[in-house]
């Protein structure tokens, strides 16, 4: 098994990050629960949460699961794209890209979109596994896709941001940046929104992939963007979060933590708060308003993962392998579980599982009351 170690170093140009899937309605998955990828579920758990089963992959596990309705489909650096039966853990099916794969599943229509390192993006049967087409592109997909307005959105190492037909494969139109684009792109107010590691947070028309909007943030951003009420939320390699008013577009408020780390972590945004992990091992909820810090919950390791965020709780986990859920009001502990190995991917919760993989290569899935493998 390869070590987690020994793919850190890359950063924006070669970056690696770790992003949150919480579930969506029954017949689709999409990356941060939403085209607008707040990172909100409308789950509700139990503070018993339990280990319920596990099953292990072949290589590290850097990416959030997809759950649709009684399965769970998880990528793994080993190549491999699994589909497992919710309720037990035990295989479905397998797909072999025999490539790395480090960006979560989109399922939408009974259709699982990703992309692989080796630049080729996958159309497979979400039932049986059956490939329905693939797309090649010139750089490695680190980007997990989006689906909005008949359009399947996703970057790629070779400085394009893409829109492909869902039902064909073929191109609808490309945009050009000016680096890699490695953040998942966001939608709201008919625009495709995608920060990158040339900088800029750019608006892309949905309808012809014309650029409206080229915000520039100064830095390589990693992170993808948050949109809620006409703002986007993310992170910088600059060690700052940035509140964003898009109808200008223009930077409304900074939060710079003490200690000099770069974001790799993309935020969660309900109505009130902007939560987000850090590579000072602290994890910070912010005003969405104003910025300001309302809450922070240390961990003993950096947070690269993506929290996922409830009515009541905040769920994510850290390097130093165990997983948090945490009181969204005041961020007080109210569960965690040690795995016993880094957790870098983030926690995906749907029909009353939260489940998670490890570097290890564990996917785990716990239920209230669930038993112990």
């Not at 979400?126 to 087409?133: D, I, K, L, P, Q």
């Not at 974001?263 to 969405?288: M, N, P, Q, T, W």
């Amino acid at each position: 098994m390869k070590r987690l170690s020994d793919r850190w170093a890359i950063a924006c140009p070669a970056l690696l990050l770790w992003l949150a899937l919480p579930a969506m309605a029954a017949d689709w998955s999409s990356f941060r629960g939403d085209a607008a990828l707040t990172g909100v579920s409308s789950e509700t758990l139990g503070e018993d949460l339990a280990p319920r089963w596990t099953f292990e992959a072949e290589d590290s596990i850097e990416s959030a699961a997809a759950i649709v309705g009684d399965a769970v489909y998880v990528s793994s650096l080993d190549g491999r794209l699994y589909a497992l039966a919710l309720a037990t853990g035990e295989p479905r099916w397998t797909y072999d890209t025999g490539s790395e794969i480090k960006s979560s599943p989109l399922i939408y229509d009974g259709t699982v979109y990703f992309g692989d390192e080796a630049g080729t993006f996958h159309a497979l049967d979400a039932t049986g596994g059956e490939v329905r087409w693939t797309y090649k592109t010139d750089g490695g997909i680190s980007s997990s896709a989006t689906f909005a307005e008949g359009c399947v959105l996703f970057g790629s190492y070779d400085q394009f941001l893409y829109c492909l037909d869902p039902e064909r494969g073929t191109e609808r139109w490309k945009l050009e940046t000016e680096n890699y684009v490695h953040a998942t792109p966001a939608v709201a107010g008919g625009r495709a929104w995608v920060a990158g590691c040339d900088g800029y947070l750019r608006g892309v028309d949905l309808a012809d992939g014309s650029q409206s909007v080229a915000l520039e943030l100064g830095t390589y951003v990693a992170a993808s963007a948050a949109i809620r009420g006409g703002r986007a939320f993310v992170g910088t390699f600059d060690n700052e979060m940035l509140g964003i008013d898009l109808a200008e577009p223009a930077i409304r408020w900074r939060y710079r933590p003490e200690r000099e780390f770069p974001f790799y972590s993309s935020a969660a945004v309900s109505e009130e708060l902007v939560v987000v992990g850090g590579r000072d091992k602290i994890i910070h909820a912010l005003d969405a308003k104003s910025g300001e810090l309302r809450w922070s919950f240390a961990t003993p390791a950096r947070v690269d993962a993506s929290p996922v965020l409830t009515a009541q709780r905040a769920y994510v986990g850290s390097l130093s392998g165990h997983l948090y859920a945490l009181d969204l009001a005041d961020g007080s502990l109210v569960w965690s579980y040690e795995t016993g190995s880094p957790i870098v991917a983030s926690p995906s919760l749907g029909h009353g599982h939260l489940v998670v993989g490890t570097s290890d290569g564990l996917v785990l899935a716990f239920t209230s009351g669930g038993t112990s493998p």
